[in-house]
Every structure is written in C-alpha cells, then in structure tokens.
C-alpha cells in the first residue's frame, strides 16, 4: 500500500513559513521563544525524515540501509516531540524551578525518549521496533506499540501539567496551549488504524500554528523599538512569577531625563537613543552570562529579571550598564548625557507580592539616586509597600485604637524674641508596623483617599487643643496646621473647616494652613475656591517646602499667602556660597512681596544666627525643638516664656 506523503507535505509547508515568520518577527529571543523555535525546528525535521522515509517506501523496493537510517531517524524525532512540548508549557508556566525539583515528573517526561533510544539501537538486530522485509517494505515489529505508549504518556502528562498549573496561564493562552493535544489525539487515532494516511505530522503542525497565532504574538510580547520584552508581557510575567513562588533578582534601569531627551531630540531621535541602550542591555545580559528576560516599560524604564541562581553577577551587570550610561550615548554628533538609576531588587525578599512590585515601579523614590547602583533596601523598607497597599485599614485602625497622635513643633518669632507659633505634625504609632514616618504614609492616604480622614482627625485635635484653657495660656497666635493636595481638591473643604471651628468656637485667626508648594502649583480651582473662602473667612495661609517644587511664580502670587516656609534644603548654604546667593535673593523678593518667612529646619546655632541677620521673621527647627507630643509641647512652651 503507498502511503498519502502529501499532508506531510503541506505540514512541512506550514512549519517552514512558521520557522520564517518567527525569525522575521524577531521572535528569537527570550527563552519562551527559543522553546518555540526549538520545537518549531524538532517538529520540522520530524516531518522532514518522515517525508524522506516514506518516499524511500514509495519508490524503491531496494535501498535498505537507508530505509533503515530514514526510519530509525523519524522515530528518534519523533519519540522527542511530546517531551519537547512538556519543557514548552513549562517555560510558559514559568515553572521550571519546579519541575526540577520533581523527580517522577522528569521520569516520566524523559524515560519515554530514553526507552524509545534504547530500543531504536538494538532494532537493528532485534527488530523489536520495525524491519525492512524482504520486499523492502517497511514493517512494524512486535514492541511497536511502545511508541504509542510513549506517545499516551506524553500527551496525559503534558494536559495534567497544563491542568494543575493553569492559574499561571491567560484563559485564552490555556485553551491554545491544551487544543494542541486533541489535534494530535485524533490524528494519532487515525494513523493507527489506516497507516497509509499520514496525517500526525500536519496535525502537529497545524497545532503549532495555531499556538502562535494565540500565545505567541509578538504585538503583545515585544517591543517592536527595543526588541525586548514589553510591558505586557511584564505584567503577565511577574504575576505568573509571584504566583508560583519563584525567586528573582530585578535590575531596573531607569533613564531619569527621558522626559528631557525625548522633548531634545524628538521620537525618532529618543527611539535611535533607547534602541542603543537595549542593545547594551542585550550585550551586558551575553557578556555576564545572566541569563535575564529583558524588558523595555516605557519612559526610558528597562529591567533584567534574573533567576537567583543567576543572579550572583546582578551588581556587575548593574555596574556595567551605569558605566555605559554614565558615559554618554553619542547620537548626530551630540554626545547625550544619560542620567541613570540602577536599582536591584530581590522578589519575595524585598518586593513580596506583585501589588508592590506594581506600586515600585510606579515610585519616583527610586529616581533620587542618580548615576548609581542602589539596593532596594536602602530606598524603602520591606514593610513600604505592605503599608502603602493597607492604609485605608492602617488608618481605620488608628482611629479606633488611637494610635495616631497631634505633635507639636514651636516656631520662634525673631522679631518678638518668643515662641510665637507651632506647626502640628501627626505621628503613627501602629500595632503592627511599629512608628511610620508621615512622609510614608501621608502620601500612602492621599492615593487611597483616606487622607480626608486624617485630615478631619488633625484639624479637630487641632481645633480642642485651641479653645482650651491650656492654650490660651501659652501666648501662642496661632497653629500651623498642614494641609495636602488632595484635601485642596475637596470641593467641601471650606465648610468643613468652618463647621469645625464654629464647633469649638475659635478665632479664625487663630488658625494657619499649610499648602505645600506642588499644590500650589495645580492650576485648580476648587483649590482656589477653597482658599478664597477659608481667607475672607480670616484663615491666614503658608506655602510650605518653599524651594523644593517647580514653582508657578504667577500663580503662587495670585493666592492669598501671608508666610512663606523656606525649605531646609535651601538653607544647607555653609558650603555652597551660590546658594547663599539663591536663599539672601530669595528672602528679599519674597520681603518685596510683603509676605513673612518660617525657615524649616534649622539645627544650629549659626543658621540661627545666619537667619536672624537676614531678618527673616521665624525660625523652625531641630535648634529649638524636634515635634513633640501636646503636654510636653505645653510644658515646653510655660518654661520659654
Ligand atoms: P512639613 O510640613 O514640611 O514638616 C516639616 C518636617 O520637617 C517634619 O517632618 C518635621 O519633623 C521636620 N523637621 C522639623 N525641623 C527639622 C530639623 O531641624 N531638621 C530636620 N531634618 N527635619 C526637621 P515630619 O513630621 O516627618 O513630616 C513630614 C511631612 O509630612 C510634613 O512636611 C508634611 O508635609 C507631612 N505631614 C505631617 N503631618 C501632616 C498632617 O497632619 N497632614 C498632612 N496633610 N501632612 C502632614
Ligand atoms: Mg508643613
Ligand atoms: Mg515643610
């Protein structure tokens, strides 16, 4: 009986444009794409040494040697395949690190090949597998069906693995993943009971298309730029490496002026520049033998994920790539100044769950350190992240249990030589995370929302402690209460303040706001409603952290400030006699504009000095006192007077 070659035929026409299409696409790297290609290429020559068997059965009744060598060929090939495709599934379930460590599963996996091998070598002699007769037909020999054993095991195998570890998969990749398996099911079935149809090779085949046509697509996976891995794929990535438990190092390399160089040099210029440093990348990952998937997040933001295994060169591949960008990328004779932050970071260890790995690479914390290589933890404590994603609870708690508590920190009046104010500055003590500095979870609770809460907890405090009897004993003008930029938003801020301080009926006057000086610079105008009303109502205003923002001078002059807080890092002047320039300039124009100076910070006598003779009206800081709690802020105060 001739047998039908022309499905092995077609099959060989759909793998070879396949093989192409995945080098064209630039589907070569990353080690799920090689996975691919390589079982692209084993199914490829499979159904190459089956079409060369079969026409030697077609044509001649002679040839046996090669009959022999033809055959032994395609089923050594062919006994891989299902093997093969096993170690696919697990680099996209990205489980590897499992499947090492289980001793059956790579038994079963494997032994089929290795019996299949064993068998094939001694065939020769034995004929257990298939002999040439006399005819020079090619005949099935008495363990034949071993190969359908094998075939059976390989695909139980390859549908319990993709079964148990389905939550590492997308639905839709699932499903592709698994449809491979009944093509295979049915052509096998097929072949069996009419061995003339050869029709395994082109079912394999067509499984093979249609797992590129579903998983993988370049559009979702690469960018098409860098040619590295795209945010996508990242996303997938990680959640999957979370998922099953996985250990990596991340090396995330952060262009810090790319917003700078893309406004230079436009979207051809920074794609020529991001396209240089991704070659690096590729480069680096080579040279230091990393092994690290590569990924291009956008906004200049690139990352090596490396196994822990891996990963012991992790600070010389950072190394490498800060001295790479640290020296310049050259583009038309331009020599572009890269500034970089290089951050490594261990998952689980530093980084436990995807939510705050999402929340690190959305942090601007990291970009402070520029041109160098920083530990994770030396920007954030293990715990940031945990605290960031639990405020709302963090802050119930607080409430309920009194945890929060109003300090007090005495601001000195140089012209009337006596404490004349203080600024109220809220502390966390939680039960579970110990004391958090405000700066962590105040910016926390503005994301969240939950920073109304807090902020109607200070005011309220703040608002007791002012129509005490206490206070009005301490001379004290008023309280410097701050105030965040989302609270400036709320369109029912004002009444709210009004509703309070009719409440404990105080004296407006008696009040200040702090607005910090990014929020001063939203052009927002409940922002602007709330401060026009808060003002007419006698509230009087402090820009605060004066300095450190990017100041829209024209609007901070439209609104109704009556003190300006200078920033502590203005004022680190001793070795930098430009920047006494800035601050003395500073002073004068903001003089020039009739409004009134707090300097923040101050912690020496000879500041203080400094401050005194530049006629600045007040002084805050360390010197005096640090923030403290309500009664020893009192008892600090009775001792001053
Ligand atoms: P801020 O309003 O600029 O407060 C001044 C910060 O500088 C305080 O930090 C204070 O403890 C610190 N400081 C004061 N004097 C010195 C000094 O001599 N040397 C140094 N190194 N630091 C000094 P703190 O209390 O950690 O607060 C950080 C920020 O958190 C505050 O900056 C403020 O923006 C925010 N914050 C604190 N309490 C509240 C609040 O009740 N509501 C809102 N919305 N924000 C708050
Ligand atoms: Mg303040
Ligand atoms: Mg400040």
Request: aromatic share 12%.
């Amino acid at each position: 009986m001739d047998k039908v070659v022309y499905y092995d035929v077609c099959a060989l026409l759909i793998l070879v444009i396949l093989l192409v299409s995945l080098i064209l696409r630039r589907m070569t790297k990353g080690r799920l794409n090689k996975a691919f290609l390589w079982l692209n290429v084993l199914i490829l020559m499979t159904t190459v040494t089956d079409i060369w068997a079969v026409m030697l059965d077609n044509m001649t009744s002679g040839a046996i040697t090669l009959k022999y060598i033809a055959h032994t060929a395609y089923l050594l090939l062919h006994s891989c395949m299902a093997a093969m495709y096993i170690v696919y599934v697990v680099i996209h379930t990205d489980t590897m690190h499992k499947f090492k460590k289980n001793k059956i599963l790579i038994g079963l996996t494997f032994a089929p090949v290795v019996i299949i091998t064993v068998l094939l070598a001694v065939n020769l002699g034995n004929k257990f597998i298939f002999y040439i007769n006399e005819e020079g037909q090619y005949v099935r020999g008495q363990c034949f069906l071993v190969l359908y054993g094998a075939a059976v095991i390989g695909i139980i195998l390859g549908i319990i693995y993709l079964v148990m570890y389905r939550k590492a998969l997308s639905v839709r990749n699932f499903v592709a993943l698994l449809a491979v398996y009944p093509f295979t099911i049915v052509a096998v079935l097929a072949q069996y009971f009419m061995p003339g149809l050869l029709v395994e090779m082109f079912a394999n085949a067509c499984g093979m298309l249609f797992v590129s046509m579903i998983v993988q697509r370049p559009e979702e996976l690469i960018d098409v730029n860098t040619g590295l891995k795209k945010l996508g794929a990242y996303l997938t990535d990680m959640e999957r490496i979370f998922y099953n438990e996985k250990q990596v190092t991340i090396i995330m390399v952060n262009v810090v002026n790319y917003v700078a160089l893309k406004d230079m040099l436009g979207y051809n210029g920074i794609n020529v520049v991001l396209r240089k440093i991704a070659r690096q990348i590729e480069i680096t990952n080579e040279k230091e033998n990393a092994k690290a998937e590569l990924y291009y997040l956008g906004n200049g933001r690139f990352q090596f994920v490396m196994e822990r295994s891996k990963a012991e060169n992790a600070m010389d591949v950072a190394e490498f790539m800060c001295d790479y960008l640290k020296t310049g990328i050259s583009y038309k004779h331009m020599d572009l100044n890269i500034v970089n932050s290089i951050c490594i970071a261990r998952c689980p260890e530093d980084l436990k769950d995807y939510g705050s790995l999402m929340s690190f690479i959305d942090d601007e914390a990291m970009t402070k350190y520029k041109d160098c290589v920083i530990e994770f933890s030396a920007i954030r404590k293990n715990d940031f992240y945990d605290i960031m994603k639990n405020i709302d609870e963090i802050v119930e708690r607080a409430l309920a249990n009194h945890s929060f508590a109003v300090y007090y920190q005495p601001i000195y009046s140089v012209k009337e030589n006596r404490f004349a104010s203080a600024e109220a500055l809220l502390r966390l003590n939680d039960a579970e995370y110990g004391f958090v500095s405000p700066a962590v979870f105040i910016p926390a609770a503005e994301k969240s929302g939950a920073i109304y809460k807090i902020g109607e907890f200070v005011f309220e405090e703040v608002c007791k402690f002012i129509s005490s009897e206490e206070f009005e004993h301490l001379g004290l003008d008023y309280i410097e209460v701050n105030m965040s930029v989302a609270q400036c938003m709320q369109s029912n801020l004002a009444s709210q303040i009004l509703t309070t301080i009719k409440k404990y009926n105080i004296d407006p006057k008696k009040l200040n706001l702090e607005i910090t000086e990014t929020a001063a610079s939203y052009s927002q105008k409940t922002l602007m409603d709330n401060l026009i009303t808060l003002h007419d109502a006698g509230i009087a205003f402090s820009l605060d952290d004066f300095g450190t923002g990017y100041s829209n001078m024209r609007r901070i002059v439209s609104m109704p400030f009556r003190i300006i807080k200078i920033d502590k890092s203005l004022t680190e002047v001793e070795d930098n006699p430009k920047l006494m320039v800035v601050l003395k300039n500073t002073i004068n124009m903001i003089k020039g504009m009739n409004m009134e100076i707090v300097v923040e910070g101050v912690e020496t006598e000879k500041l203080v000095q400094l401050f005194k003779e530049l006629e600045c009206e007040y002084i805050q800081g360390y010197y005096y006192s640090k923030p403290i709690p309500k009664d020893e802020f009192i008892e600090y105060c009775m001792q001053k007077r």
